[in-house]
């Protein structure tokens, strides 16, 4: 597994492994409640969508499912084999879906949120902010939920709004697998290694990437704090505006 590719990473490389459980299976997530985080791309970027609950002795478990147009795999440095993504590599082994030209097949991830919803008790959708997000949560919205009950929703991503879920995640992986199993899906550790910190005065935090153009991803980071957000944040009970709006 790829570890540490960011020089002051946020998370800590040897208790996210002690975490990992290859074990770990979607049959686990069945008759608990359970939480699904998306971050939505379009062109050239990774989508991704984790399923979270908390097991029997309350430990977080999740696990990701990941997408990447295919045109991706054609620019020289994933032709080449000179990117830290491996991209090939994960898409041969499973871990990476890969949808036709070079847009983000996004029928493909509603298809399975809608799966998912289907098959486990889920609490809360969680999209990004961005107009895909915004479109899909209003579809899931109108066809499965009911206005006084909304289903999905759209965070933002600013300090104000992840830093608990954001600090909820690092405990965790701090405490290690007393407190948290993922299965070792390798995006995922790459991601976790990719994933630095910016911290604010008023003692919140916004996971980012190393620098704004790295292409080092952290998407599915992004994901799993938005999937936790809702168990870690009253929503009901905070504004509106700076929580992020429920879509009708």
């Not at 998370?11 to 608990?32: I, M, N, T, V, Y």
């Not at 097949?105 to 799966?115: A, L, Y």
């Not at 915004?134 to 579809?139: K, P």
């Not at 916004?206 to 998407?219: A, C, F, G, R, Y």
């Amino acid at each position: 597994n790829v570890w540490m590719t960011a020089v002051a990473a946020w998370l800590s490389g040897p208790q996210w492994k002690l975490c990992a459980d290859p074990s770990l299976g979607w049959d686990e997530f069945k008759g608990r409640d359970c939480w699904i985080g998306l971050d939505l791309a379009d062109k050239d970027d990774i989508t991704a969508a984790v399923l979270a609950a908390f097991d029997d002795a309350g430990r977080l478990i999740f696990k990701p499912k990941f997408w990447l147009p295919e045109a991706v795999l054609q620019q020289p440095e994933h032709r080449d084999g000179r990117s830290a993504a491996h991209y090939r590599e994960w898409s041969q082994k499973g871990f990476l879906d890969l949808t036709p030209g070079d847009w983000v097949d996004h029928g493909k991830v509603e298809d399975t949120v809608r799966d998912w919803i289907e098959k486990y008790s889920v609490r809360r959708v969680t999209f990004d902010q961005f107009a895909a997000g915004q479109l899909m949560a209003s579809r899931l919205n109108e066809d499965l939920a009911t206005t006084d009950r909304p289903l999905a929703y759209i965070l933002h991503k600013k300090a104000a709004n992840v830093t608990d879920p954001a600090k909820d995640l690092e405990a965790r992986v701090k405490s290690g697998p007393s407190r948290l199993r993922h299965d070792d899906n390798p995006i995922m550790n790459w991601m976790a290694g990719n994933a630095c910190v910016q911290p604010r005065r008023d003692g919140t935090i916004l996971p980012v990437k190393e620098t704004s153009s790295s292409p080092n991803k952290i998407d599915g980071i992004d994901a799993l704090i938005n999937a936790i957000h809702p168990a870690t944040v009253l929503i009901e009970e905070a504004p509106v505006a700076d929580v992020g709006a429920m879509i009708a």
